[in-house]
């Protein structure tokens, strides 16, 4: 064990592919502005995930914003999302002025809880916003969640921005949604720098939703508006990063499973850290999330050993933003316990066996 170790939580990875995408591209009198690298860049996606329509955004959350205008929500109106989520899954209805509701999730995947979004239900509810977490999809399945937008007619947006790459059944993450949302941020399995795209079925809400990003117009270079619409464009820059960065998808998924199934085996019997567990074979853990013992002392622990380490969202509710009364058991669990270890696909086997020892150093030196 080599000591100290500098190992990131997360750091993106660029290289050659992205480069010479970015270079032949220069080489052509571009306008930068999102066209023809974009359009391919979407259909590269949609073709991926078997959807029949991509729009890409800025980012990950106006992508939600996005979806959740393009249904019509707005001020007042409330949509369900989970307690446990990046903050950008309620940030994003609330700057259309409606109100995120909580609810807590299940504690082993983390994905929202079915039973308290329907007794979250009223009449004001107009969308249920579902976060697949780590790409997890809930144990009751999504088609749980497909069933109950059914039967109530309220609309369910896929937030899968951890979940490119993560699959039930023989659907990717986010096609039991109308529509679903996926981030393409530095720490994401594939990244832009920043990114978001929307992928759909329905000819009529991706229409809408392509005139939103676009000032409300049907086609660039004209000044008539149909509705009204916003910027929230991509470039051509972003595009040539993300299609060398979509060729590189399938072996990153399976770096992704194998550095999983690597901890998993080093960690085994280690009393005090419990990894969350995946439907491996569909699912491509973004994140290596972990509950641990002692957490806060594990985190420093590491972090003298140059080990990188971020805690998992604390509850929402709770946090200055919202202030929100409820109870939340489980999430409040994984703001007190819940950690990421290193996760990045360029991650050795010999640093996941280094981290590891360490971690059963912790628990060895405090029992
Ligand atoms: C579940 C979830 N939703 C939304 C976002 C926001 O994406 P972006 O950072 O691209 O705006 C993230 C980003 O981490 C996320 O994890």
Request: net charge neutral; proline share 0%; charged share 15%.
């Given at each position: 064990m080599s000591n100290p170790l500098s190992i990131p939580q997360m750091r993106p990875l660029f290289g050659a592919e992205e480069k010479a995408e970015l270079m032949a591209y220069l080489e052509e009198d571009g306008f930068f502005t999102e066209f023809k690298k974009t359009e391919a860049f979407e259909r590269m996606i949609a073709d991926y995930v078997g959807a029949r329509h991509c729009i890409v955004v800025n980012n990950g959350t106006v992508s939600l914003t996005l979806a959740a205008a393009a249904l019509g929500i707005g001020h007042g109106d409330e949509v369900i999302v989970p307690?446990?989520?990046?903050?950008a899954t309620p940030n994003s209805v609330k700057m259309l002025g409606a109100v995120p509701v909580f609810v807590d999730v299940e504690p082993e995947t983390l994905v929202m809880d079915i039973a308290l979004a329907r007794a979250a239900i009223t009449s004001r509810t107009k969308a249920i916003m579902l976060v697949s977490a780590n790409g997890r999809a809930p144990r009751v399945g999504i088609d749980a969640f497909e069933t109950l937008s059914r039967e109530t007619g309220i609309p369910l947006i896929e937030d899968a921005a951890q979940s490119l790459g993560s699959f039930y059944d023989d659907r990717h993450v986010g096609?039991?949604?109308?529509v679903a949302s996926l981030s393409f941020s530095a720490p994401k399995i594939i990244s832009t720098g920043q990114g978001g795209a929307l992928f759909t079925d329905d000819d009529a809400l991706a229409t809408k939703l392509r005139r939103l990003k676009d000032?409300?117009?049907?086609?660039?270079?004209?000044?008539?508006?149909e509705s009204i619409g916003y910027n929230f464009k991509f470039t051509e820059l972003q595009a040539c990063v993300g299609l060398a960065q979509m060729r590189q998808l399938p072996g990153r998924v399976e770096r992704k499973k194998a550095i999983w199934k690597r901890y998993r085996d080093k960690l085994?019997?280690?009393?005090g850290v419990r990894l969350f567990d995946h439907d491996i074979k569909r699912c491509a853990p973004w994140f290596i999330d972990c509950m641990a013992d002692g957490r806060d002392g594990l985190v420093s622990h590491l972090a003298k050993a140059g080990i990188g380490t971020r805690t998992m969202y604390p509850p929402i509710n709770a946090q200055q933003a919202y202030r929100v009364e409820g109870y939340f058991p489980v999430a409040e669990e994984v703001g007190r316990r819940g950690l990421w270890l290193p996760?990045?696909?360029?991650?050795t086997d010999a640093q996941i066996d280094d981290i590891c020892a360490y971690i059963r150093l912790y628990y060895d030196e405090k029992h």
């Open positions: 307690n446990y989520t990046m903050i096609r039991a949604g109308l000032f409300g117009r049907s086609s660039g270079g004209t000044d008539v508006h085994e019997g280690c009393q996760s990045m696909v360029q991650l």
